[in-house]
Nanobody, 117 residues
C-alpha cells in the first residue's frame, strides 16, 4: 500500500497550491480519502474528506470556501486545491485512506506547506 503526496511548497499569503495523493495497493473505491494537517506543536486535524462518488464530502470549518477536495478515480488520485492560503495554513499535509467496512487506515508520508511572505 502506498499513498504518495506531492505539490507542497512555499507560497505567499493569498496564494494557491494543489496537493496530489497517488494511491496504490488497495481498492480505491472502497476507501474514503481524506486530507489532514499537522502544524508544528499541534495535533493532527482533519481538513477535508471525500467518498468515491463524492456523495460524502466534508470540510473543516476553517477551510470552507477556500479548499476543495476532489478525486480522479481513474487515476486513483485525490487532490486538495487550496486557495486564499494564510500563514495559519502552514503545516504538514497528510493524505489518508479509511476503509468503508473495517477499521483500516493508511497514511502518506506528508508534504510540507508553508505560507509566508
Amino acid at each position: 500500500v502506498q499513498l504518495v503526496e506531492s505539490g507542497g511548497g512555499l507560497v505567499q499569503p493569498g496564494g494557491s497550491l494543489r496537493l496530489s495523493c497517488a494511491a496504490s495497493g488497495f481498492t480505491f473505491s472502497s476507501y474514503i480519502m481524506s486530507w489532514y494537517r499537522q502544524a508544528s506543536g499541534k495535533e493532527r486535524e482533519l481538513v477535508a474528506a471525500r467518498s468515491w462518488t463524492g456523495a460524502m464530502t466534508h470540510y473543516a470549518d476553517f477551510v470552507k470556501g477556500r479548499f476543495t477536495v476532489s478525486r480522479d478515480n481513474s487515476k486513483n488520485t485525490v487532490y486538495l486545491q487550496m486557495n486564499s492560503l494564510q500563514p495559519e495554513d502552514t503545516a504538514v499535509y497528510y493524505c489518508s485512506a479509511r476503509a468503508l467496512t473495517n477499521p483500516t487506515v493508511y497514511w502518506g508520508q506528508g508534504t510540507q506547506v508553508t505560507v509566508s511572505s
